[in-house]
């Protein structure tokens, strides 16, 4: 049975590790709220370490999120970050467990 003063204690520890998160909570909403400012071309080779051409044939393609207001190319580092998110390689782990979920439904399928 657990005593008074360790639910005190539980309680005490629970209440400060919810101010933490609210905390972070807020300081992500104001970091999310806050505008945030278009980058150059130069300063995208330079985040994901491509040559500057290279990311005027990404955007020649539309391989790459961009915007364009008149003649220049502008483009949002976080777009930017999502976008080389979305090349992630799978682990062999990862294939190996997609392949056996995969038969397994198959087989269920089947049943």
């Not at 294939?95 to 087989?107: G, H, M, P, V």
Request: hydrophobic fraction near 35%; proline fraction near 2%; glycine fraction near 4%.
């Amino acid at each position: 049975m657990i005593s008074f003063e360790q639910t005190q204690q539980d309680v005490a520890e629970v209440k400060k590790d919810l101010k933490e998160l609210k905390a972070l909570l807020l300081n992500k909403a104001e970091t999310t709220a806050g505008e945030e400012k278009p980058i150059r071309v130069a300063e995208v080779a330079k985040l994901v370490g491509y040559k500057v051409q290279t990311i005027y044939k990404y955007c020649r393609h539309n391989e790459i999120p961009y915007h364009k207001k008149k003649e220049g190319l502008f483009f949002f580092k976080s777009e930017i970050t999502d976008w080389i998110k979305q090349g992630k390689q799978k682990t062999l782990t990862e294939i190996e467990a997609d392949t056996d979920a995969f038969l397994s439904n198959r087989t269920k399928a089947r049943k």
